[in-house]
């Protein structure tokens, strides 16, 4: 079965660190370019991050360029978020997803929860 | 920037009836159009991309069309779990705000 599975959300002060982890099982991650999607509390979807297959190509959302880095490792079918200097109005939740000719995303975790607050 | 605007925001419909969502681009985004559905705690599922084409195991009952500008998504004839919100999204990524489809 085809599958995402983040980790590594939490509650976290503003300016503080988090690292998120997605698992991917069931098909080749390596062959694959993944992006992060997160969702406020009763808003729409924003696009985070991309990361190519080999992660040799990377964007970034212009709200979090600077703040967040986006990762990969292939050889244990996993992919990150780092994401430092952490805002009130990064509160989402996260989500990782498969991603195809670097636009649709066809496989999505189900989240991971992430609140800045004091 | 190209800007994703879909309306309406809500649609109000009875099972069985048609549902015709639309979503306009800014500027021309050729066919490099997504269509999701996503219910309440739930992620996004893709149901169409490239404008037209159906996702793996999405239902007949759904349909896109377009390029250019101007993209629909058609529910031919709407089932109590198509009630959801529906999102478009282009190449390169940015969504619309979402059409929130619900039971009259």
């Known amino acids: 079965e085809v599958q995402l599975v983040e980790s590594g959300g939490g509650l976290v002060q503003p300016g503080g660190s988090l690292r998120l982890s997605c698992a991917a099982s069931g098909f080749t991650f390596s062959n694959d370019e993944m992006n992060w999607v997160r969702q406020a509390p009763g808003k729409g979807l924003e696009w985070v991050s991309f990361?190519?297959?080999?992660?040799?190509?990377?964007y970034y959302a212009d709200s979090v360029k600077g703040r967040f880095t986006i990762s990969r490792d292939n050889a244990k079918n996993s992919l990150y978020l780092q994401m430092n200097s952490l805002r009130a109005e990064d509160t989402a939740v996260y989500y990782c997803?498969?991603?195809?000719?670097?636009?649709?995303?066809?496989?999505w975790g189900k989240g991971t929860t992430v609140t800045v607050s004091s | 920037e190209i800007v994703l605007t879909q309306s309406p925001a809500t649609l109000s419909l009875s099972p069985g009836e048609r549902a015709t969502l639309s979503c306009r681009a800014s500027?021309?985004?050729?066919?490099?159009l997504a269509w999701y559905q996503q219910k309440p705690g739930q992620a996004p599922r893709l149901l169409i991309y490239?404008?037209?084409n159906r996702a793996t195991g999405i239902p007949a009952r759904f349909s896109g069309s377009g390029s250019g500008t101007d993209f629909t998504l058609t529910i031919s004839s709407l089932e109590p779990e198509d009630f959801a919100v529906y999102y478009c999204?282009?190449?390169?990524?940015?969504f619309g705000q979402g059409t929130r489809l619900e039971i009259k």
């Open positions: 997803a498969r991603t195809r000719r670097d636009y649709y995303m066809d496989v």
């Open positions: 500027q021309s985004v050729s066919s490099y």
């Open positions: 999204q282009q190449r390169p990524i940015t």
């Open positions: 490239d404008a037209s």
């Open positions: 990361i190519s297959n080999s992660g040799s190509t990377i």
